[in-house]
């Protein structure tokens, strides 16, 4: 069969055998069949576009399965939701656990149903406790919690707290009460005196599904569009917003993938231009255990608290409770110093390895981005032409576009994979994996590596050639090589990906390096709400 | 600004008219400037503090009571949440959990509260912390106990 001699030249054979018959006549029509664990392809869409207008609707089926368990008030709902990041199952989870009493409390959610109080008799003047004024009842407001205050101290007390970025946790005034306080009531104050701030309270409000959703996400375009993702299931995913961006959904970083999103961490630190930054963020900053916000100290002691109320150590960065006591330490021994499982690697021969393998991630990452201005405009020249040509038997060019899209999808695949081995085949794993099987499982990623390279660069070099000019039977066995390419390099990417995943990541103790699944058709787009 | 003018005299007011009510504080408000106080706390007893006196200034913000007061200890203190060379005290109602229910007078209480129960886990002292975190009772009542002489007390003759 010619397609034998196309590939494997000398002694050298990349790619499996077998695909002679299955691919010869129509790859177009046919897209290869979908395998098992190529889940996402035949399924609901596993991610939505969240639209400023839609950003209500999006929350609502949330909301209402806590209000119709729970039969509760919306806006209690979502003071409930916004403290347990709307995890709707935590919060069932939770409920059924410990109790509703407990549910609320901690949520800082008060429900009275008392019947109408002595002092909302109009008539009756009560003195507010901030600034130590009489009042008739009705320019006070009471909250939930049974405690009153005079209209004035309320309104001035919700714009410091709107300003300060707290809409969405505003406790109650009075000394120590947890309570969270009733968002149609600041709303009613507030408009009366600002309504552009009331406005913007409203948005705080909304944007909470987003800004403490952990299955939500704004897309990192820059310009920002407006827009934000939600995934239904997996967080380890690669998306791609409404508006064109791709990007990591659980990192927000470009696409990194077969590359874990700590790694590409490390590897950014040592190789980004924006350096500076990094550096900055990294010495000054610390991430909040419990909504991973970066957060910077201002002051005062290593107690920090989190905008969304998680306390937790400067120093090593746990979470901790904010209760303290004469001398007990709870649950906080972070001084004592524990071995570090990264030890600082000899700095020569690291400098070395580096380079090496971030000379060929650089290298493919640039062919992408050449190919992607040069070579696409080219082929889509070589299509037109060809289309133009009606003598010709064969009508379909798309397998040229097609052959373009898979060389850029395992490109960055290949690409990727350089970070990947920097770190796996370092002292990342130094303690789980003994040098002997670092030196096997090396063999063995490298040479699907290598296999997967090859394969793209000569799909590439078909790709670049003038196909447009070449006689019918030329053309047709340019076409079948271009074809039977890119079977071969998708497969050998899902097999890279298998290989990292199952051989190289799975055997680990580690669970924090989890990796977007590989999708032949590329990144996921998100579909409308 | 007005709010707390007003709010700020009737504090004022209230300090005059309760002046006995609590003899172990004595708020003063600065002749000139009502954001300007100080106040003199008793140490509470059964605390190393005990018997000595502790002079707090208070520097009011013109958004009080929205925002927290600024105070400092401007007697010498060993203890865990208080500076030692600036007086600066770490108290979460003076942080994140100010709220505009608190007065002047009832954050003094607060802090003659956090005199007889610090917080090692949190430490602006961290001399102080150790010894508490690491159970060295005696050692950290002996020095702030002679802190407390050296500073806080009258001397005698």
Redesign the interface.
């Known amino acids: 069969m010619a397609i034998e001699d196309m590939y494997g030249r000398s002694d050298e054979e990349y790619y499996n055998g077998g695909y002679d018959d299955e691919y010869e006549d129509d790859y177009d029509h046919d897209p290869e069949p979908e395998s098992d664990d190529d889940l996402s392809c035949g399924k609901a869409p596993s991610c939505r576009v969240i639209r400023k207008e839609s950003l209500l609707a999006a929350q609502k089926e949330d909301l209402q399965r806590v209000v119709d368990l729970l039969s509760l008030k919306v806006h209690h709902a979502r003071t409930l939701l916004i403290h347990y990041q709307w995890d709707v199952d935590k919060v069932f989870a939770i409920f059924v656990e410990r109790g509703k009493e407990k549910l609320y409390a901690e949520a800082g959610v008060t429900l009275e149903e008392k019947a109408e109080k002595p002092a909302s008799d109009p008539s009756i003047e009560v003195t507010c406790e901030i600034c130590f004024e009489d009042f008739p009842a009705e320019q006070t407001t009471l909250m939930e919690c049974d405690h009153r205050f005079c209209n004035d101290c309320w309104t001035e007390y919700f714009i410091v707290k709107i300003n300060d970025g707290k809409s969405r946790r505003i406790t109650c005034m009075a000394q120590k009460c947890k309570t969270i306080c009733d968002e149609g009531k600041i709303r009613d104050l507030v408009t009366a005196k600002d309504p552009n701030l009331a406005e913007k309270f409203n948005r705080f409000i909304l944007e909470s599904y987003i800004e403490d959703n952990k299955r939500v996400k704004w897309c990192p375009s820059v310009p920002h569009c407006g827009n934000a993702i939600r995934v239904e299931d997996d967080e380890y995913c690669e998306v791609e917003c409404a508006c064109g961006k791709q990007f990591c959904f659980n990192c927000l970083c470009e696409l990194h993938a077969p590359c874990s999103c700590v790694m590409w961490d490390l590897w950014l630190k040592k190789c980004d231009d924006e350096a500076p930054t990094v550096t900055w963020l990294s010495e000054k900053t610390k991430h909040c255990p419990k909504c991973h916000k970066i957060v910077e100290k201002d002051g005062g002691c290593n107690l920090v608290q989190c905008i969304c109320g998680q306390p937790f150590c400067w120093l090593c960065g746990e979470a901790t409770g904010l209760e303290h006591t004469w001398n007990s330490i709870s649950g906080h021994t972070c001084g004592r110093y524990k071995e570090s499982h990264l030890k600082s690697e000899d700095s020569v021969e690291d400098y070395w390895r580096l380079t090496h393998y971030y000379r060929r991630y650089k290298a493919h990452i640039d062919s992408l981005k050449i190919e992607a201005s040069e070579s696409k405009p080219k082929i889509l020249d070589k299509v037109c032409s060809l289309e133009a040509k009606e003598f010709l038997q064969l009508k379909d060019f798309s397998w040229a576009m097609s052959g373009f899209y898979r060389l850029a999808l395992s490109r960055r695949v290949v690409a990727n994979s350089y970070p990947f081995a920097y770190h796996y085949f370092g002292d990342l794993f130094a303690n789980e994996i003994t040098k002997e099987e670092r030196g096997i499982k090396q063999n063995l990623f490298e040479d699907q590596q290598q296999q997967l390279e090859t394969n793209i660069e000569r799909l590439s070099m078909f790709l670049e050639e003038p196909f447009a000019n070449y006689p019918e039977d030329k053309l047709m066995e340019t076409r079948m090589k271009i074809i039977t390419l890119s079977t071969v390099t998708d497969d050998l990417c899902k097999k890279l990906y298998e290989c990292i995943d199952s051989d190289l990541l799975v055997p680990l103790q580690q669970t924090t390096h989890t990796i977007a699944r590989y999708r032949s058709k590329g990144v996921e787009k998100a579909s409308e709400l | 600004m007005q ?1 707390s003018r ?2 700020l005299f ?2 004022y007011k ?1 300090v005059q008219r309760e002046k006995t009510a609590d003899p172990d504080i004595q708020l003063v408000c600065d002749d000139s400037n009502i954001f300007k106080w100080t106040a003199l706390i008793k140490g509470p007893s059964e605390t190393p503090y005990d018997g000595g006196v502790f002079q707090l200034a208070f520097s009011v913000p013109e ?1 009080y ?3 927290p007061p600024q105070v400092r200890f401007l007697t010498k203190i060993f203890h865990p ?1 208080v500076h030692f060379k600036t007086g600066e005290i ?1 108290l ?2 003076l ?3 100010w ?4 007065t002047l007078q ?1 954050v003094c209480r607060a802090i003659i509260a956090l005199m007889a ?8 002292n961290c001399d102080s912390g150790n010894l ?2 690491s ?1 060295d ?1 005696r050692g950290f009542q002996s020095m702030a106990r002679m802190y407390t002489r050296l500073a806080a007390m009258p001397k005698k003759g």
Not at chain 2, 117 to 124: A, K, T, V
């Open positions: 709010a007003a709010r009737k504090e209230e958004q009571p929205l925002q949440n770490c979460d109602i942080k994140n959990a709220s505009p229910a608190w009832s129960h610090p917080e090692p886990d949190s430490p602006l508490l975190r159970g009772i």
